[in-house]
């Protein structure tokens, strides 16, 4: 038998080698390309759908062409020497008095009345002024963000996918640029405060804007199984059937999606909301009799209940009440109870055919998801010019804090929030010559720092034996040095806190001062509870229901996040030293989410991004969620003076007593300790020196007289390309 030399044998070898990687390269190319090709056809269709919309528009203006030229010509066939009351009181007038006011009039609107939407002056000179006479929106955002979410749904209690829901759709109003408690308009032109039927309280009126629609869906971004009927391909006006459907769908008791669950908590006082017309609807809050200081009792709604109006948000029905095949879900939807009732529908909405994409009226519309990326464009028919000012917005998904710095690096992304443990990095990179070279070619690198609403914590689930006592959640506390962690962890980036509200804001309460870091005292706490190490071993043990119960409990975390999971692991270190086994239990997103949900955790690391004001505490602390799966009231917490609190604040209009109840709601939690109050962190923004508008309003007076917000506002960045 002849043998082949070596030489044949490595040839063979290494030419298999190259044709395995050509083709792993092949077939990873094939995968991108097909992703554009994706989005391109994504293109392509909201092409179409904008050509579908200027016919729309076109035959509105011709259908407004007509009746004007009908309108003239009734007034020409008017006699030029009749009497005014024979004009009056001719058919042909009465005929015209009927067409003005159905094409031109608002019958519901009073004009008596003060509108509660006040112009945002910001947007409507300030921000004229800073762009220039010859602004056009032009550009790309880039972003990522960290991880993929497993759907689109409109309740998602992903904080990242209901702000896309949020910039893809309208609300009833928005609040003032920079400036926390105020209203502007936004889908409503008006909303008015009338007294409430048998003049109980306050309802709210709300006079929507006309021609504003939902865009059409796009075949492309469903599976091929599903086949769209026509009503789906056409644009459907938002009306005030929309608005009323978002609250019936909210409060169905069998939509079990977190994001409804968290709102029904908010929303939940609402008596009922009655549709007047298309363009109109009425919000009817429950009143409660307050005793007011005079002796007198008063007829209330709550003090948000104006805020929470205002917020108020659209959910198609032009959508969600069907099967794509066109047919309803419920034939027989008459009745006005149906969608906030009815168990059947409920089930098909939480696995809704449509709940992958983000139908769209807003600022912003929807492009598709791929397992990459997430796509926006800019929405040219948006009412208000300015509501975007750049053309697209493309977010990657990433794995990890990490592959987002590594993209702002390489220029991939616009703006990063530099995680302290980076910060020597971010130095390194702007000594590199790549940086130098970049800032050469007008990429230089800008950094904004300031802190943002929110707040780490550790939540010690009050079901679970060992965290039933607030001496030994006080101990907890006392054994973990939050100092060490913002200055070791942190790099300095962060302040210690003692509760639950914004660091900044009047409701917190500076004069409490936090608990100390003294494990001796940490050990004194645990012992006056009955937990001792009986055996010796190490570890604290207690005797629990006629059983030696050993301290041990895990914490959960997300485990990609490096500067969570190093807390962590110090948490479980210094826990041990006062005799605390403290097994750690890093998760993907998805587990940590589910964790939450279903309140199945020990202790568990997380963050909470805090609402603007006026502060509701409700959502987190009130004790109705404690036992309620999706609440986040995730812990279990219940205690009657913090649920009194809560409903004093809801009807305690004077400002001076509302931060008194809160100071006493703060009292009461730091005693208590549910939470371990870790820090709020401080954000070091870079961002790419074409980016312009990155600024604090609370900072620039000179531009926003009376800004309150301590934060940027990512909706009015714009890319400057002319550097």
Same mark, same amino acid.
């Given at each position: 038998?002849?043998?082949?030399?070596?030489?044949?044998?490595?040839?063979?070898?290494?030419?298999?080698?190259?044709?395995?990687?050509?083709?792993?390269?092949?077939?990873?190319?094939?995968?991108?390309?097909?992703?554009?090709?994706?989005?391109?056809?994504?293109?392509?269709?909201?092409?179409?759908?904008?050509?579908?919309?200027?016919?729309?528009?076109?035959?509105?203006?011709?259908?407004?062409?007509?009746?004007?030229?009908?309108?003239?010509?009734?007034?020409?066939? &008017?006699?030029?020497?009749?009497?005014?009351?024979?004009?009056?009181?001719?058919?042909?007038?009465?005929?015209?008095?009927?067409?003005?006011?159905?094409?031109?009039?608002?019958?519901?609107?009073?004009?008596?009345?003060?509108?509660?939407?006040?112009?945002?002056?910001?947007?409507?000179?300030?921000?004229?002024?800073?762009?220039?006479?010859?602004?056009?929106?032009?550009?790309?955002?880039?972003?990522?963000?960290?991880?993929?979410?497993?759907?689109?749904?409109?309740?998602?209690?992903?904080?990242?996918?209901?702000?896309?829901?949020?910039?893809?759709?309208?609300?009833?109003?928005?609040?003032?640029?920079?400036?926390?408690?105020?209203?502007?308009?936004?889908?409503?032109?008006?909303?008015?405060?009338?007294?409430?039927?048998?003049?109980?309280?306050?309802?709210?009126?709300?006079?929507?804007?006309?021609?504003?629609?939902?865009?059409?869906?796009?075949?492309?971004?469903?599976?091929?199984?599903?086949?769209?009927?026509?009503?789906?391909?056409?644009?459907?006006?938002?009306?005030?059937?929309?608005?009323?459907?978002?609250?019936?769908?909210?409060?169905?008791?069998?939509? +079990?999606?977190?994001? $409804?669950?968290?709102?029904?908590?908010?929303?939940?006082?609402?008596?009922?909301?009655?549709?007047?017309?298309?363009?109109?609807?009425?919000?009817?809050?429950?009143?409660?009799?307050?005793?007011?200081?005079?002796?007198?009792?008063?007829?209330?709604?709550?003090?948000?209940?104006?805020?929470?109006?205002?917020?108020?948000?659209?959910?198609?029905?032009?959508?969600?009440?069907?099967?794509?095949?066109?047919?309803?879900?419920?034939?027989?939807?008459?009745?006005?109870?149906?969608?906030?009732?009815?168990?059947?529908?409920?089930?098909?909405?939480?696995?809704?055919?449509?709940?992958?994409?983000?139908?769209?009226?807003?600022?912003?519309?929807?492009?598709?998801?791929?397992?990459?990326?997430?796509?926006?464009?800019?929405?040219?028919?948006?009412?208000?010019?300015?509501?975007?000012?750049?053309?697209?917005?493309?977010?990657?998904?990433?794995?990890?804090?990490?592959?987002?710095?590594?993209?702002?690096?390489?220029?991939?992304?616009?703006?990063?929030?530099?995680?302290?443990?980076?910060? /020597?990095?971010?130095?390194?990179?702007?000594?590199?010559?790549?940086?130098?070279?970049?800032?050469?070619?007008?990429?230089?690198?800008?950094?904004?720092?300031?802190?943002?609403?929110?707040?780490?914590?550790?939540?010690?689930?009050?079901?679970?034996?060992?965290?039933?006592?607030?001496?030994?959640?006080?101990?907890?506390?006392?054994?973990?040095?939050?100092?060490?962690?913002?200055?070791?962890?942190?790099?300095?980036?962060?302040?210690?806190?003692?509760?639950?509200?914004?660091?900044?804001?009047? $409701?917190?309460?500076?004069? /409490?001062?936090?608990?100390?870091?003294?494990?001796?005292? $940490?050990?004194?706490?645990?012992?006056?509870?009955?937990?001792?190490?009986? &055996?010796?071993?190490?570890?604290?043990?207690?005797?629990?229901?006629?059983?030696?119960?050993?301290?041990?409990?895990?914490?959960?975390?997300?485990?990609?996040?490096?500067?969570?999971?190093?807390?962590?692991?110090?948490?479980?270190?210094?826990?041990?030293?006062?005799?605390?086994?403290?097994?750690?239990?890093?998760?993907? /997103?998805?587990?940590?989410?589910?964790?939450?949900?279903?309140?199945?955790?020990?202790?568990?690391?997380?963050?909470?991004?805090?609402?603007?004001?006026?502060?509701?505490?409700?959502?987190?602390?009130?004790?109705?969620?404690?036992?309620?799966?999706?609440?986040?009231?995730?812990?279990?917490?219940?205690?009657? +003076?913090?649920?009194?609190?809560?409903?004093?604040?809801?009807?305690?209009?004077?400002?001076?007593?509302?931060?008194?109840?809160?100071?006493?709601?703060?009292?009461?939690?730091?005693?208590?300790?549910?939470? &371990?109050?870790?820090?709020?962190?401080?954000?070091?923004?870079?961002?790419?020196?074409?980016?312009?508008?990155?600024?604090?309003?609370?900072?620039?007076?000179?531009?926003?007289?009376?800004?309150?917000?301590?934060?940027?506002?990512?909706?009015?960045?714009?890319?400057? &390309?002319?550097?």
């Amino acid at each position: 038998m002849n043998k082949e030399p070596i030489g044949l044998y490595i040839f063979r070898f290494i030419l298999g080698l190259g044709l395995f990687a050509f083709m792993g390269m092949l077939y990873w190319s094939s995968v991108l390309l097909e992703e554009d090709v994706k989005f391109l056809r994504f293109d392509i269709a909201a092409l179409k759908n904008d050509i579908f919309g200027l016919r729309s528009d076109t035959e509105k203006i011709r259908e407004d062409v007509l009746k004007a030229v009908v309108e003239e010509f009734r007034q020409a066939q &008017t006699p030029r020497n009749a009497s005014e009351d024979e004009l009056s009181a001719s058919p042909k007038a009465e005929t015209l008095r009927a067409a003005r006011s159905a094409f031109g009039k608002r019958p519901h609107i009073d004009p008596a009345l003060p509108n509660l939407l006040e112009e945002d002056s910001f947007y409507a000179e300030t921000l004229p002024k800073l762009l220039g006479s010859h602004f056009k929106p032009s550009g790309v955002l880039h972003g990522d963000t960290i991880g993929k979410p497993d759907n689109l749904h409109p309740f998602s209690n992903w904080a990242q996918v209901a702000n896309w829901i949020d910039q893809c759709t309208v609300s009833v109003a928005k609040q003032q640029f920079g400036k926390y408690e105020t209203l502007s308009p936004d889908m409503a032109i008006k909303m008015e405060a009338r007294p409430g039927k048998n003049s109980k309280g306050t309802e709210f009126w709300v006079h929507l804007r006309e021609g504003v629609y939902w865009e059409p869906l796009n075949p492309e971004l469903f599976a091929q199984e599903i086949s769209l009927a026509p009503h789906f391909l056409r644009k459907h006006p938002v009306t005030a059937h929309d608005f009323k459907f978002h609250w019936d769908a909210m409060m169905n008791p069998y939509v +079990e999606e977190a994001g $409804a669950v968290a709102l029904r908590t908010y929303y939940g006082d609402i008596e009922a909301i009655e549709v007047i017309d298309p363009l109109t609807f009425v919000v009817r809050w429950k009143a409660e009799e307050i005793l007011e200081s005079n002796g007198t009792k008063v007829p209330k709604v709550k003090y948000i209940a104006k805020q929470l109006t205002g917020g108020m948000r659209p959910l198609a029905s032009f959508v969600y009440q069907y099967f794509p095949d066109g047919k309803k879900i419920i034939d027989e939807d008459s009745n006005p109870s149906t969608y906030r009732t009815n168990s059947v529908w409920a089930q098909n909405f939480s696995q809704h055919w449509a709940k992958n994409i983000i139908i769209s009226c807003g600022p912003w519309l929807f492009q598709g998801m791929t397992e990459r990326q997430i796509k926006f464009r800019r929405n040219p028919n948006y009412y208000f010019p300015l509501g975007v000012l750049v053309n697209e917005m493309i977010v990657e998904f990433k794995d990890a804090p990490t592959a987002i710095w590594a993209d702002f690096q390489a220029r991939k992304i616009d703006t990063y929030g530099v995680q302290p443990d980076q910060l /020597i990095e971010l130095e390194s990179f702007l000594q590199s010559a790549s940086y130098q070279e970049q800032a050469k070619q007008g990429y230089g690198v800008k950094r904004l720092d300031y802190l943002p609403r929110l707040y780490t914590y550790v939540g010690w689930n009050e079901a679970k034996p060992y965290f039933k006592t607030k001496k030994v959640r006080q101990a907890l506390t006392m054994a973990i040095d939050r100092q060490r962690i913002i200055q070791e962890y942190l790099n300095g980036m962060g302040v210690q806190i003692n509760g639950t509200f914004f660091r900044n804001s009047s $409701a917190y309460d500076s004069s /409490i001062a936090e608990w100390p870091f003294n494990l001796q005292k $940490a050990r004194s706490l645990l012992e006056e509870e009955g937990w001792y190490d009986s &055996t010796g071993s190490g570890t604290l043990d207690k005797v629990i229901n006629g059983q030696k119960v050993p301290f041990r409990f895990s914490l959960t975390y997300f485990v990609k996040n490096p500067i969570l999971k190093a807390i962590c692991e110090y948490i479980a270190t210094t826990l041990k030293e006062i005799g605390i086994l403290c097994n750690l239990n890093g998760v993907d /997103i998805a587990d940590l989410s589910a964790a939450f949900e279903d309140k199945s955790f020990d202790a568990i690391c997380l963050s909470w991004s805090l609402g603007t004001p006026p502060e509701d505490p409700k959502q987190i602390w009130y004790s109705k969620g404690a036992k309620e799966k999706g609440s986040s009231n995730a812990i279990g917490f219940a205690n009657p +003076e913090i649920d009194a609190i809560i409903e004093k604040l809801q009807y305690e209009y004077d400002p001076q007593k509302r931060t008194e109840l809160y100071h006493s709601f703060d009292a009461i939690i730091h005693e208590e300790a549910p939470y &371990t109050f870790l820090y709020t962190p401080k954000v070091a923004l870079v961002y790419r020196q074409y980016l312009q508008n990155v600024f604090i309003p609370a900072d620039r007076q000179d531009l926003i007289p009376g800004a309150n917000a301590t934060e940027p506002d990512n909706s009015i960045f714009w890319i400057k &390309t002319n550097l």
